[in-house]
């Protein structure tokens, strides 16, 4: 009696593990879709489903910029053709190219590519992305929703938009761009690092703002393409960050919808400093030695110009905005502009190597770096 009980025992226990060895298999493929498996709201307002990152390719102007902050580098299965060219156009350089220069060269050297890229071939061709079979696309390409899912459909994959926002660096756009790519890739806490260190920034730029500020006249301001001395911006990000005051701000002023400045209207501003981006300075030394040009002539009667406080910033954009350089860019003005004394090589080591984990300030300088410049006695060599 006693054995059959055994018996009995053992048999209703092979049952039972049988029934929660296959319950427990469920569960798990269950819970392992489920952990696979993420749900984001993307830049448009879009919930996007992502079941698999193995294969990730970023295509826009920016895009891979923000990946490479928080995304697994290794993952990438291609790159735009335009991430294989140390300098931008020849007249700037990218931080993020710089530190991952070896691999997209790469990429590119084995036929990786996600199609030409840069500012005049921004599309999404899928026909290319097909081939490559990806995973996931990170884009900053300006595509409507409708084309979003047809482009999806076409792919076999998601697209996940990212957005700068009209404070490039600055603003909450990025900051919730680098929160997506965490979830989406599983680095949330390399992303909430990065914001944290992103807003710390700004705050202590911001605790400028109560001081009296320089008035400053923005030159050269390059974005999608590089343009010349009249070239710059109202409200512009790097000033309004620690309320340095733009000469533009005023309602007298106008700036096109080109972004260029009346000549005039620039040299009676009273601007006290000049900064001039590095991105279009080969353009205004050819604008100022232009035999036919009046601007030589006009700067003259410009207070700024005559008293030498012409200052050299580094690119604020090369393929979207240099955000790094926005930040070290900012410290610099802050010098400039409110008389302080910040160690800007010292600075900009400290915000390269917490985006991109390397000292790259001797890489991302051109014309010898920031610096009061002596022009027109003295033209700084690139």
Same mark, same amino acid.
């Given at each position: 009696?006693?054995?059959?009980?055994?018996?009995?025992?053992?048999?209703?226990?092979?049952?039972?593990?049988?029934?929660?060895?296959?319950?427990?298999?469920?569960?798990?493929?269950?819970?392992?879709?489920?952990? +696979?498996?993420?749900?984001?709201?993307?830049?448009?307002?879009?919930?996007?489903?992502?079941?698999?990152?193995?294969?990730?390719?970023?295509?826009?102007?920016?895009?891979? !910029?923000?990946?490479?902050?928080?995304?697994?580098?290794?993952?990438?299965?291609?790159?735009?053709? /335009?991430?294989?060219? !140390?300098?931008?156009?020849?007249?700037?350089? !990218?931080?993020?190219?710089? +530190?991952?220069?070896? @691999?997209?060269?790469?990429?590119?050297?084995?036929?990786?590519?996600?199609?030409?890229?840069?500012?005049?071939?921004?599309?999404?061709?899928?026909?290319?992305?097909? +081939?490559?079979?990806?995973?996931?696309? %990170?884009?900053?390409?300006?595509?409507?929703?409708?084309?979003?899912?047809?482009?999806?459909?076409?792919?076999?994959?998601?697209?996940?938009?990212?957005?700068?926002?009209?404070? #490039?660096?600055?603003?909450?756009?990025?900051?919730?761009?680098?929160?997506?790519?965490?979830?989406?890739?599983?680095?949330?806490?390399?992303?909430?690092?990065?914001?944290?260190?992103?807003?710390?920034?700004?705050?202590?730029?911001?605790?400028?703002?109560?001081?009296?500020?320089?008035?400053?006249?923005?030159?050269?301001?390059?974005?999608?393409?590089?343009?010349?001395? @009249?070239?710059?911006?109202?409200?512009?990000?790097?000033?309004?960050?620690?309320?340095?005051?733009?000469?533009?701000?005023?309602?007298? %002023?106008?700036?096109?919808?080109?972004?260029?400045?009346?000549?005039?209207?620039?040299?009676?501003?009273?601007?006290?400093?000049? /900064?001039?981006?590095?991105?279009?300075?080969?353009?205004? #030394?050819?604008?100022?030695?232009?035999?036919?040009?009046?601007?030589?002539?006009?700067?003259?009667?410009?207070?700024? %110009?005559?008293?030498?406080?012409?200052?050299?910033?580094?690119?604020?954009?090369?393929?979207?905005?240099?955000?790094?350089?926005?930040?070290?860019? +900012?410290?610099?003005?802050?010098?400039?502009?409110?008389?302080?004394?910040?160690?800007?090589?010292?600075?900009?080591?400290?915000?390269?190597?917490?985006? @991109?984990?390397?000292?790259?300030?001797?890489?991302?300088?051109?014309?010898?770096?920031?610096?009061?410049?002596?022009?027109?006695?003295?033209?700084?060599? #690139?």
């Amino acid at each position: 009696m006693t054995k059959k009980i055994i018996v009995l025992l053992l048999i209703l226990t092979l049952v039972a593990a049988c029934f929660i060895g296959c319950a427990t298999t469920d569960a798990d493929k269950d819970g392992a879709g489920k952990a +696979a498996s993420v749900t984001v709201t993307d830049s448009l307002g879009r919930s996007i489903t992502v079941e698999k990152t193995d294969k990730i390719v970023c295509i826009g102007a920016g895009a891979l !910029r923000l990946y490479s902050y928080v995304g697994d580098m290794s993952k990438l299965c291609a790159v735009e053709e /335009i991430e294989g060219s !140390r300098t931008f156009g020849k007249v700037s350089q !990218r931080a993020y190219q710089i +530190a991952y220069e070896n @691999l997209f060269t790469q990429l590119i050297n084995e036929g990786k590519t996600a199609g030409k890229g840069g500012p005049q071939a921004q599309i999404l061709n899928t026909e290319v992305l097909t +081939a490559l079979e990806p995973d996931l696309i %990170f884009s900053c390409l300006s595509l409507s929703v409708d084309e979003l899912v047809e482009a999806e459909k076409a792919i076999g994959c998601p697209i996940i938009t990212l957005k700068y926002g009209a404070q #490039k660096a600055f603003s909450n756009e990025i900051l919730a761009s680098l929160r997506i790519i965490g979830k989406v890739c599983k680095k949330e806490a390399r992303a909430e690092e990065l914001v944290s260190y992103m807003e710390s920034l700004k705050t202590e730029l911001a605790s400028y703002a109560s001081e009296e500020s320089a008035s400053v006249y923005l030159a050269c301001n390059s974005n999608w393409g590089v343009k010349g001395f @009249l070239s710059s911006a109202k409200n512009y990000p790097l000033f309004t960050i620690s309320g340095v005051t733009n000469v533009l701000d005023g309602d007298d %002023f106008i700036v096109d919808k080109d972004g260029f400045a009346d000549l005039e209207a620039v040299v009676d501003s009273g601007a006290e400093k000049i /900064i001039l981006d590095a991105g279009g300075f080969e353009t205004f #030394k050819g604008e100022y030695e232009d035999q036919s040009s009046n601007l030589p002539d006009a700067l003259e009667g410009m207070e700024a %110009f005559k008293n030498k406080e012409v200052y050299l910033i580094m690119p604020n954009n090369a393929y979207d905005a240099n955000v790094e350089n926005y930040f070290i860019n +900012a410290f610099y003005v802050v010098n400039v502009a409110y008389g302080k004394n910040i160690d800007v090589e010292a600075k900009a080591n400290e915000i390269t190597k917490k985006f @991109l984990g390397k000292d790259l300030y001797n890489d991302i300088i051109m014309y010898g770096g920031y610096q009061k410049l002596n022009i027109p006695d003295v033209w700084p060599e #690139k």
